[in-house]
C-alpha cells in the first residue's frame, strides 16, 4: 500500500535546535500520535506537513508527489488545526467559516453545518469574544468542513475542560470511521489522548525520533501497563540516555 504522506531526510535546522533526518511514512487509515516534550520538534513537523513550513532539508511527499511543487493549492488536500486559532477577531464564527469557505472548492456546507450543530458552537459570536474550548472547535471545524484526505492536528485539546475534551475526541474518531482511508496525525502532552485516538506512536525527544510503535504492539509488550504509563516510561527512557 502506497503512503499517503511520507518524509523522507526530513530535517530542519534553528540556531538553537536541530531535527535529525527524519524518514517515516504514513499509510492510508492510520491514525499517529506525535508525542515528547515542548521543542522536541512535534510543531515544526506538522507546520511542514501541512504546507505551511517550507524551509527544510529532505522532501515531503503527498501521495508520491513532492509537496513543495503542490503549493499553495495542495494545501486544499490537507487539514490542519494548529494549536491556536487564527483570523480576525472581529470577524463572526458564521463570517470566518464563510471566508475559509471560499478558499476549499471541496468545503461541504452542510457538513460544516452538521460539526456546528454538533459542537454546539455559537455562529453569532465574534471569534476574539470566544473561550479557549469553543476556538479549539471552531478551528476543528475549518480543518474538517472540507473533508481532507490528510488531518493535521496540533495538541488539539490541550487546556480543554473535560466535556469539551471529549466531544473532540468524539469527532476525530468519529471523522476518521466516516474517511477509512485518511490519515489522522496529531501532536500531543496528553499521553490519554494517544490511548483513546492513536493506532501508532512516534515518540520524538530534542529532534531525534526515539520510538515508532504501534499501539497495539505496545500494550502486547507490556501487558502489566496501561499506554499512558507505557509512554511515561518510553520518555524517561528517552531522555536519560
Not at 530542519?12 to 533526518?21: A, D, E, R
Not at 450543530?117 to 474538517?144: H, M, N, Q
Not at 475526541?169 to 494517544?194: K, Q, Y
Request: aromatic share 8%; net charge positive; proline share 5%.
Amino acid at each position: 500500500m502506497q503512503a499517503r504522506i511520507a518524509l523522507r531526510q526530513f530535517s530542519v535546522t534553528y540556531p538553537n535546535f536541530t531535527l535529525v533526518p527524519l524518514s517515516v511514512e504514513f499509510k492510508p487509515g492510520e491514525r499517529v500520535a506525535f508525542v515528547g516534550p515542548n521543542g522536541s520538534g512535534k510543531t515544526t513537523t506538522l507546520r511542514a506537513l501541512a504546507g505551511r513550513l517550507t524551509e527544510y532539508e529532505g522532501a515531503i511527499l503527498l501521495d508520491g508527489r513532492d509537496l513543495r511543487g503542490l503549493l499553495p493549492l495542495g494545501r486544499r488536500e490537507i487539514g490542519s488545526m494548529p494549536e491556536s486559532l487564527g483570523g480576525y477577531g472581529w470577524m463572526t464564527v458564521r463570517d470566518h467559516l464563510a471566508f475559509l469557505r471560499q478558499f476549499y472548492p471541496t468545503w461541504d456546507a452542510g457538513y460544516a453545518a452538521h460539526l456546528v450543530d454538533r459542537l454546539r458552537i455559537p455562529l453569532g459570536d465574534a471569534i476574539g469574544r470566544l473561550s479557549k474550548g469553543t476556538r479549539a472547535k471552531v478551528s476543528f471545524v475549518a480543518a474538517e468542513a472540507y473533508r481532507p484526505s490528510l488531518l493535521l492536528l496540533d495538541e488539539p485539546t490541550s487546556g480543554l475542560d473535560p466535556e469539551v475534551r471529549g466531544e473532540l475526541i468524539g469527532m476525530i474518531l468519529s471523522s476518521a470511521v466516516e474517511r477509512p482511508n485518511r490519515v489522522v496525525v496529531f501532536s500531543t502532552h496528553l499521553l490519554e489522548d494517544v490511548e483513546q485516538v492513536a493506532q501508532r506512536v512516534l515518540v520524538l525527544i530534542d529532534g531525534k525520533l526515539t520510538l515508532d510503535e504501534s499501539v497495539d504492539h505496545l500494550r502486547r509488550s507490556h501487558s502489566e501497563m496501561n499506554l499512558p504509563k507505557i509512554l511515561y516510561a518510553a520518555l524517561g527512557r528517552a531522555k536519560s540516555a
